[in-house]
């Protein structure tokens, strides 16, 4: 079975540009999530879709941050204008729907830092 | 959600039993317990979750105490592979959970 794809592992920019992040979940996983890993802290949700509509964005600093996942499927993660404080490793993950959805799958992450 | 406490960090020889601790005492009725580890440069990982009986999974067990208000995951025969940060998560709503990571217990394991 193959596992969460996200791309790309790494990302350099300057504060001010833009970037995003892409996310493939595991076939047939309808649940989706966003996190954002400090250097030295957990990871912090920031977005979570059940299919392709949002469950929770309370954490998603919206005035800079977007996410998308239009079809049900992947998702993409935007920031515009990026700040230095937004370095940091971001985390896709994926799970089931009910039952069979305690468990969470995460992907490898994609690595940012803002220059 | 209920917080959770966890020491620093700890370490173990490899081939014993690594026993990492947790404490959960605002845990409510219908709050699961779960952990989660991270190996360096990884996503993390799915470990075991328990509501109030001890589990066992091929990974690891689960002991919640009586009384919920603590727990303690133990990895039977640890090896180099299970130096990792492991994270004790309490969420209340089980499926579909949104977790809330603190830092972790940071294990490692010597040989």
């Known amino acids: 079975e193959a596992g969460v794809a996200q791309s790309p592992r790494y990302k350099i920019i300057e504060k001010r540009q833009s970037v995003a992040f892409w996310c493939n979940p595991i076939?047939?996983?309808?649940?989706l999530y966003w996190y954002q890993q400090i250097l030295g802290q957990g990871p912090k949700l920031l977005i979570q879709?059940?299919?392709?509509?949002?469950?929770?964005d309370s954490q998603l600093p919206k005035d800079r941050f977007s996410a998308e996942r239009l079809k049900g499927v992947d998702s993409t993660l935007k920031i515009q204008p990026a700040k230095l404080e937004d370095s940091a490793v971001y985390l896709c993950?994926?799970?089931?729907?009910?039952?069979?959805?305690?468990?969470?799958?995460f992907g490898p992450g994609t690595r940012l830092t803002v220059t | 959600d209920a917080k959770t406490t966890q020491p620093t960090s700890m370490d173990c020889a490899e081939g014993r039993a690594a026993n990492l601790p947790c404490n959960h005492s605002?845990?409510?009725?219908?709050?699961?317990v779960y952990w989660y580890r991270q190996i360096h440069s990884q996503g993390p990982q799915y470990i075991i979750h328990?509501?109030?009986n001890n589990e066992t999974n091929e990974m690891a067990s689960l002991i919640i105490t009586e009384d919920r208000k603590s727990s303690t995951l133990i990895l039977p025969h640890a090896t180099l592979r299970d130096t990792a940060v492991y994270y004790c998560?309490?969420?209340?709503?089980?499926?579909?959970?949104?977790?809330?990571f603190g830092k972790g217990i940071t294990l490692s394991v010597r040989p």
């Open positions: 605002t845990i409510s009725g219908n709050e699961y």
């Open positions: 993950a994926s799970s089931l729907i009910g039952p069979g959805g305690y468990e969470q799958y």
């Open positions: 998560i309490v969420s209340h709503t089980g499926a579909n959970s949104k977790l809330t």
């Open positions: 879709f059940q299919n392709n509509g949002v469950v929770d």
């Open positions: 328990g509501l109030k």
């Open positions: 076939s047939g996983h309808a649940t």
